[in-house]
């Protein structure tokens, strides 16, 4: 996918995967178009190597269009169960593991089409604290908490320990 001809840099279609291409590549080449199709979408087109935090959010939001996860919202009796008795009228949406991979897949789309790693919107903090949330919200709405985990520091010598 990344090419050697610096004209091809920053391009943002990239042409029909070669049928040797692995399924994680050719995901992520799918993911690298769409996404850069959304971004013309917008009014006026934005460029990829002109993308911001709020574009890349505007985009994963856009994808639970196509989510198959029902997320209960806070009124719902169906709230915090990990295994609801019945239907409800919740929202489907996308699974946050669905949008971490996602992420994933166009950061490393980014750099491999020409992006700089240091700028690549990706990234950013602002990203990684939506994932964060999202999945805080929807482990919530299953009644799922997920517990940071301990971490064990060793102080000095390692004669003591410490967790924190």
Same mark, same amino acid.
């Given at each position: ?20 291409? $692995? %399924?994680?590549?050719?995901? *992520? ?6 996404? /850069?199709?959304?971004?013309?979408? #917008?009014? @006026? =087109? ?15 939001? $856009? %994808?639970?269009?196509?989510? *198959? ?6 009124? /719902?009796?169906?709230?915090?169960? #990990?295994? @609801? =008795? ?79």
């Amino acid at each position: 996918m990344t090419s050697t001809n610096t004209r091809n840099k920053g391009k943002c279609i990239v042409e029909g995967p070669p049928p040797t291409l $692995s %399924r994680y590549e050719s995901q *992520k080449s799918r993911d690298w178009n769409t996404f /850069c199709q959304y971004l013309m979408t #917008k009014m @006026p =087109p934005v460029h990829v190597w002109e993308c911001e935090s709020n574009h890349i959010l505007d985009f994963l939001q $856009s %994808r639970d269009q196509f989510g *198959k996860t029902k997320v209960h919202i806070q009124g /719902c009796v169906f709230f915090g169960q #990990k295994e @609801p =008795p019945g239907e409800c009228n919740c929202p489907l949406k996308q699974a946050w593991g669905s949008l971490d991979a996602l992420i994933g897949r166009l950061r490393a789309a980014y750099e491999e089409n020409g992006g700089l790693t240091e700028k690549n919107p990706f990234a950013r903090g602002g990203i990684r604290i939506f994932l964060r949330e999202v999945r805080g919200s929807q482990a919530k709405a299953r009644g799922v908490l997920y517990k940071k985990k301990k971490r064990l520091v060793v102080v000095g010598t390692g004669t003591s320990t410490t967790w924190t």
